[in-house]
């Protein structure tokens, strides 16, 4: 059995986003939330209050995605032979649930606000929700350079820009009620903005599921893959074939493959083509490879993959 390991190292990503601008993005949405609490106490704003605790899940997103971050830098050993760069998608899986929580609490609250309406203070939740959007695109410009090259960074800049999309209908929420003791107008976008955490939540799940699953990376057809590793020469049959992601932004690959000739030189020969050819097609940089002959091959493994149905674990790949 031979490995070719292609793990990188620090992501595009981290080298325009420090490790100190990531901190100080949680810092300030974290004081953010605890202003937004306070101003919606004070003023009875319900949608001043789900714009702090759609805040704080940024902030929390971005505090996981620091940590596991630093955690994915650890390199390999004997406890987690592949690294630590699962940890983000856990990390992932985390911000996702408690984003789920806050939206359906928020949706809870607005419905027995419609039974029982509670007066608003205008001014305040227009003075607290115009610090919020200043601050929540500062943010978004902050996070903006790191989200190119990591899906993490990404969803935290998608976060930070539904925050101030947020916070401009807050303001305007205060603005209907101040012109027109429109109060029902609170509520309303409270539901805006529950529905909105909730499709975030729900849109994302179903891929960090998949990476967790070591599902074929949404990216990959596997038919494709196996197809083009049966036209290499030097190969008569592919079988056992498995492909699966090694955190965000790595592939890996491991199969048994029945060589054409019976010399160990030429298979090394073979396995140096197909991880060529997997690099530069499939990007995938971890390979491993195991010679097995008609006599000891499992030949019914690739026909059974063949005829699974990749949208049952969250949706179809992509070719």
Not at 49 to 73: E, M, P, Q, T, V
Not at 96 to 124: C, H, K, M, S
Not at 220 to 244: M, P, Q, S, T
Not at 269 to 280: D, H, I, Q, T, Y
Request: glycine content about 8%; some cysteine.
């Amino acid at each position: 059995m031979e490995q070719s390991h292609g793990h990188a190292g620090h992501s595009h990503g981290e080298e325009n986003l420090s490790d100190r601008q990531l901190i100080f993005a949680v810092a300030i949405n974290v004081l953010l939330t605890v202003a937004q609490i306070i101003g919606g106490i004070v003023s009875g704003s319900l949608a001043l209050i789900a714009d702090a605790l759609h805040n704080f899940s940024d902030a929390a997103s971005l505090g996981l995605a620091w940590f596991a971050r630093k955690i994915g830098r650890r390199p390999a050993d004997k406890l987690m032979t592949f690294g630590y760069a699962q940890g983000e998608v856990v990390a992932a899986l985390i911000n996702l649930t408690t984003l789920l929580i806050i939206g359906f609490y928020l949706l809870v609250e607005a419905i027995n606000r419609f039974a029982d309406p509670q007066p608003v203070e205008g001014w305040t939740v227009i003075g607290v929700a115009g610090i919020a959007l200043v601050i929540d695109l500062v943010t978004a410009f902050i996070v903006y350079r790191g989200s190119h090259d990591s899906i993490n960074m990404k969803a935290a800049f998608l976060h930070n820009v539904s925050d101030a999309l947020a916070s401009v209908g807050v303001i305007v929420a205060g603005a209907l009620i101040l012109l027109y003791d429109l109060y029902i107008a609170d509520l309303i976008i409270t539901l805006i903005i529950a529905g909105y955490v909730i499709w975030q939540g729900v849109t994302l799940m179903p891929r960090t599921v998949r990476l967790l699953m070591g599902a074929v990376p949404d990216e990959l057809e596997f038919d494709r893959i196996v197809l083009a590793l049966e036209k290499l020469d030097g190969i008569d049959g592919v079988h056992h074939v498995h492909v699966w992601s090694i955190g965000e932004h790595h592939r890996a690959l491991e199969t048994h493959v029945t060589p054409e000739g019976a010399s160990l030189e030429q298979f090394e020969k073979v396995k140096g083509r197909a991880r060529s050819m997997l690099k530069e097609e499939f990007q995938i940089e971890h390979a491993t490879f195991e010679a097995c002959f008609e006599t000891d091959c499992e030949a019914d493994l690739v026909p059974a993959h063949q005829t699974a149905h990749p949208h049952e674990v969250g949706g179809p790949h992509q070719p």
